[in-house]
Structures are given as C-alpha cells and as structure tokens.
C-alpha cells in the first residue's frame, strides 16, 4: 500500500479537535458555549437567501467561468471602489471556492519549491501549513505586542534577503489587530522595490471597532494581490467563496491552474452572493457588526476581572486573543479542562503560534451577547 506524501506532513488545524470534542460534550451534556469557533452565528443575510431559492428555479447551475459569473465580480469591483474610492473592475477579480482556495491558486500561481515566503507568528495557520505543502520555506517573523503583532518594514529590512513573498492579514486572526494604513503602504511600497509578492488577506474587513482605519493594499499597488471572501463579514463561511484582486501579470497563470484545479467555485452561492452587495444585505450585516462590538466589550471588561487581561488590541474581527502564561504552559490541555469542566470551548494559541502558543488561548465573540456572559460566568468559577 501507498504510504503518505512528506509534503502532507503538515500541522493539522488543531482547532478543529476542540469542535469534534465540543460536538461530542455536546451530545452528552447539552450544555456547550462555544467561543473557539472562527465564525459567524448567523445565516447568510436574508436578500442572499431570497437569491438562492431563486436560482434555483431560475438558473441551470452547470460550471461557470473559471474566475466566476460576471455579474458577480462587477459587484465585487464595485464593492471594492465603494469601500476605497480607487477604481476596480470586474476583469480585476478572481472568484475563488473561499478564501483557502484564492490561497492555493496564489501560492501556485506565484511561488516556486524553495521559495521564501514571510508571515506573522502570531497568524492563520493555514498560510505556514499550506506553503509547507507546496514545498515553500516559510519564515515567521516574530511580532509583539509591541508592533501590534503585526510586520513592519523594519522586520522586512533586516531579513537577509528579500523573501518571495509576504502574507499580511489586517485584521489579523488570532488577534484582530489592524496594519495602520501608511505602515500598509509602507509595507507594499518595500515589497514593490524588492519584487516580493505582497499578499494582503482583507477577508475581515468590514468588521471593525473604534476609530481605527483599514486599508487595501491595492490602495498603495496594484502588484499586490487582494484576498477577500464572502465567509466573515457577509456571514456566509459555508458558502465556500472568496476572491482575490490580482495584477495582470499573474491572471493567465491562475486561468491554467484554476481551470485545471477546481473548474469553478461553487455555482449556486456565486449566484446567490451577488446580493450579499447591496444595500438591504449591508443594513442586516451592520446589525451583527453592533453585536460583536457588544460582545466585544462584554469579554474585554470581564476578562482582566478574571485574570486574563493581557490581550492583543483587539481592533476588528471578532478575536481576543490572551496570554494566559500565568495560567498554564499548555495551552491544549488548559482548553480541554475547561471543556470538560465548564463545557466552555476556546480555541489553544498552538494553531495560531508555533513558539508561544503553548500559553496563549483565542476568545471568538462572534456568538449570542449571553452566552459571551454565561461562558465569563462558567469560567469564573473554574
Ligand atoms: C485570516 C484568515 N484568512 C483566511 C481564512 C479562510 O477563510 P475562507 O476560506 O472561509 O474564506 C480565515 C478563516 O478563518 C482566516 O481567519
């Protein structure tokens, strides 16, 4: 029998051990608060909704064009000019099946076997497992509180060479925090004079708290590429459709692989995303934005009470990522204690940060304002 491949050898998303467990307590308590999970409580807005069903009696929905239906890219492309004022068009956008897959196609598209490619530790782990596997060299640079756990053009100068590649993610998952906009520029700028491939994941823009500013890198330079997706904001995670701005160097390298790859991203939730763009979508998905700022300030005033108040700056998305160092030197068995004691589920810092993580813990607060309460009051007692 065929063994497995040494480029399969990845780190698993660990996170997802904590949701098979949770499921499980579930089943046999009734009573699990889940806070480890990266996404929405909420079904997609209703307009989508009203698209789907349709879709479905209106549209064949075989295969569409490899980088998505016209219709819908043109509402990205606008979308994009609404948010930033710079012009984008719909031959800018590639549709992709989510995120993820916008991720694959890039890293394909621009990156060879041994390539450097640089990412923040603190990060998705998903950029690191998925470079390994296509035989890239990842390099993490290692942001602090101090730079807001993000990259600088410092960090970026004093690597000895100019890398392939650099992933920046504003807001940033596990930590939420923000790349202040003439730091992103700066950023961009530097990867342009150096001919790094500046990949910026925008996917939670739109969920923002305070006064503070996202940019879009393309804001700065069109060589770099743009990643949003449907799945955070727009509350449609299993919708599995993203997208990315591309320069016109790299569109006919990812019209080969995607092709080949996927054919298409998933029909129905293309057709139906068109109307995550408009102006009734955006009323309903405000109104859960107002909630987790709610929640937000629900687990920012009750966490130091419990003494785990050393937080990154929780700028946007819907993370509070804590350094729990007093508490344990495990994250993963921490996390499971108090599952299994409280039926509380956090997400360990391991996936996020391969050094650190061992002592920090990510708090999502994208669920009901009460059971943000209850899950404060759980843990607590423990
Ligand atoms: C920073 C970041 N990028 C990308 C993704 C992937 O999202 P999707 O594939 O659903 O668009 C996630 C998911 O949690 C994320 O947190």
């Known amino acids: 029998m065929r063994s497995e491949s040494d480029r399969s050898r990845v780190e698993p998303f660990h996170v997802m051990d904590v949701w098979k467990a949770a499921t499980e307590r ?42 998505g239906i016209e219709p819908l890219r043109a509402a990205i492309a606008a979308h994009h000019h609404a948010t930033t004022g710079i012009a984008v068009d719909a031959e800018d956008v590639v549709v992709t099946t989510g995120s993820s897959g916008a991720f694959t196609l890039i890293f394909l598209a621009a990156f060879d076997q041994g390539d450097t ?28 509180p101090e730079t807001r756990f993000q990259p600088t053009v410092a960090m970026l100068d004093a690597l000895p060479t100019p890398p392939a590649g650099l992933i920046v993610a504003s807001p940033a998952n596990p930590t939420g925090t923000i790349i202040d906009p003439e730091e992103l520029a700066a950023l961009a700028r530097w ?91 955006k009323a309903e998905l405000d109104s859960h934005v107002r909630r987790y700022a709610l929640n937000r300030e629900v687990l920012l005033d009750g966490l130091p009470e419990i003494g785990m108040g050393d937080l990154a700056p929780a700028d946007g998305a819907f993370y509070a990522y804590a350094n729990i160092g007093q508490l344990t030197d495990d994250s993963t068995e921490w996390c499971r204690r108090v599952l299994a004691e409280t039926g509380v589920a956090l997400a360990p810092g391991i996936d996020f940060d391969t050094v650190n993580g061992v002592r920090t813990v990510r708090f999502s607060f994208a669920g009901a304002t009460a059971d943000i309460e209850e899950a404060l009051d759980r843990l607590r007692k423990f």
């Not at 929405?40 to 807005?45: D, I, V």
Request: with cysteine; net charge negative.
């Open 26 to 67: 579930g089943r046999t308590h009734g009573d699990v608060l889940s806070l480890a999970a990266g996404q929405p409580s909420t079904p997609a807005p209703a307009p989508v909704l009203r698209a789907t069903k349709a879709a479905l009696d209106s549209e064949l929905l075989g295969y569409t064009e490899t980088f």
């Open 117 to 144: 490619v640089v990412v923040a530790r603190p990060g998705y782990p998903a950029y690191r497992n998925t470079l390994t596997a296509l035989g890239c060299n990842v390099v993490e640079l290692d942001c602090g």
């Open 191 to 281: 990867c342009d004079e150096h001919g790094t491939l500046l990949i910026s994941d925008e996917i939670y823009h739109g969920i923002v708290f305070g006064e503070q500013a996202t940019a879009c890198a393309w804001e700065t330079s069109r060589e770099a590429v743009v990643i949003g997706s449907v799945s955070k904001y727009f509350s449609m995670t299993g919708w599995r459709l993203g997208w990315m701005l591309v320069p016109p160097g790299l569109r006919r390298a990812l019209q080969r692989l995607a092709s080949n790859m996927t054919v298409c991203p998933p029909a129905i939730s293309q057709y139906a995303a068109i109307a995550a763009f408009t102006d009734e979508a």
